[in-house]
T-cell receptor
Framework: DTEVTQTPKHLVMGMTNKKSLKCEQHMGHRAMYWYKQKAKKPPELMFVYSYEKLSINESVPSRFSPECPNSSLLNLHLHALQPEDSALYLC?????????????FGPGTRLTVL | GENVEQHPSTLSVQEGDSAVIKCTYSDSASNYFPWYKQELGKRPQLIIDIRSNVGEKKDQRIAVTLNKTAKHFSLHITETQPEDSAVYFCAASSRLSGNQFYFGTGTSLTVIP
């Protein structure tokens, strides 16, 4: 399996809802990433997990809470989001955090906050 | 931290012509430079990458050149086809950044049939 998968593909939620995004890879990669992408903009890094430990948190608001239950899974828990949080949320993975390793992106979750 | 600039932001070419997208970076420690293509509604996909010990790399109609002294790298697409239409992002990363990718702002390429 050489893909990163993400569920759900689309998510619509109200500002008081709690939801979770899920990402999975079975390539044996030990680094996993969450990005936020607005239309026609580059992906913005949110979190990096390396060997299941959070290693980078790019000053993301606490209404976004990442979790890495094991080396294949990455979750992003969402609570009390704002309409401006509507975006494409991309997960990526790489073999590890050696800088010359390609990051493989998942298809993303299109999130709409009402 | 690293700062990556990308130009142009939009580019239209006739089918069969060449397209060139340029990026500059600020951190001399950056040593990996991937290029991603993102079609509308799809995931970014790596199309070519180059490491700092190499000056040029080719893969069929796509090539990337790197000038470490000037801190810039470029994507060249020859014989463009309509399916090349997409947004292209360059990125840079280094050991110091722990493989954190610093992306350029993107180039929207349109190939006119």
């Amino acid at each position: 399996d050489t893909e990163v998968t993400q569920t759900p593909k689309h998510l619509v939620m109200g500002m008081t809802n709690k939801k979770s995004l899920k990402c999975e890879q079975h390539m044996g990669h030990r680094a996993m990433y969450w990005y936020k992408q607005k239309a026609k903009k580059p992906p913005e890094l949110m979190f990096v997990y390396s060997y299941e430990k959070l290693s980078i948190n790019e000053s993301v608001p606490s209404r976004f809470s990442p979790e890495c239950p094991n080396s294949s899974l990455l979750n992003l828990h969402l609570h009390a989001l704002q309409p401006e949080d509507s975006a494409l949320y991309l997960c990526a993975s790489s073999q590890d955090r050696v800088p010359t390793n390609e990051q493989f992106f998942g298809p993303g979750t299109r999130l709409t906050v009402l | 931290g690293e700062n990556v600039e990308q130009h142009p932001s939009t580019l239209s070419v006739q089918e069969g012509d060449s397209a060139v997208i340029k990026c500059t970076y600020s951190d001399s420690a950056s040593n990996y430079f991937p290029w991603y293509k993102q079609e509308l509604g799809k995931r970014p996909q790596l199309i070519i990458d180059i490491r700092s010990n190499v000056g040029e790399k080719k893969d069929q109609r796509i090539a990337v050149t790197l000038n470490k002294t000037a801190k810039h790298f470029s994507l060249h697409i020859t014989e463009t086809q309509p399916e090349d239409s997409a947004v292209y992002f360059c990125a840079a990363s280094s050991r110091l950044s722990g493989n954190q990718f610093y992306f350029g702002t993107g180039t929207s390429l349109t190939v006119i049939p």
